[in-house]
C-alpha cells in the first residue's frame, strides 16, 4: 500500500472514540472539506461538541478489513475511489453519484456488499 496510506480522503466526526457521528445504517460519515461535515452535523442537529478529524486511505481500509462501513459524500469518494481501485478492491464508479435519488448524498462502501 506504501503512500497510499497516508493520502487523505476526507473527514469524519466523533464524540468520542466510540462514537462517530454515522448513517441510519451505521456507516461513518466521511465528507470531503471540514464545512461539509459541519453542515452535515448542523443538519443533524449535533450538539456542537464533535471533533472533526481528517482521516486517511490507511485508516479507512483497516476499518474496512474489520467490517466496519463507509458513507462518503461525492467528493470525498472521488478521493477514495482511485485508491481503493489501486488496492483491487471492487468498488462503484463516482459516476453512480449522477443518478443518486433526489435527498441522499452518500455512497456507503463496506468490504463484501457496496
Do not use: H, W
Not at 463516482?94 to 456507503?108: A, E, K, S, Y
Amino acid at each position: 500500500m506504501g503512500k497510499r496510506a497516508n493520502k487523505a480522503v476526507g473527514f469524519f466526526a466523533f464524540l468520542s472514540p466510540n462514537d462517530v457521528v454515522c448513517t441510519d445504517n451505521g456507516a461513518c460519515v466521511i465528507s470531503g472539506s471540514k464545512q461539509a461535515m459541519e453542515d452535515y452535523l448542523s443538519e443533524l442537529g449535533a450538539r456542537g461538541s464533535e471533533t472533526i478529524k481528517k482521516t486517511r486511505f490507511g485508516e479507512i481500509l483497516q476499518g474496512l478489513s474489520l467490517g466496519a462501513a463507509y458513507a462518503f459524500d461525492e467528493k470525498s469518494y472521488k478521493l477514495f475511489y482511485p485508491l481503493a481501485k489501486a488496492e483491487r478492491l471492487d468498488v462503484t464508479s463516482p459516476d453512480v453519484f449522477i443518478n443518486i435519488p433526489q435527498g441522499d448524498r452518500f455512497l456507503t462502501v463496506k468490504l463484501g456488499s457496496n
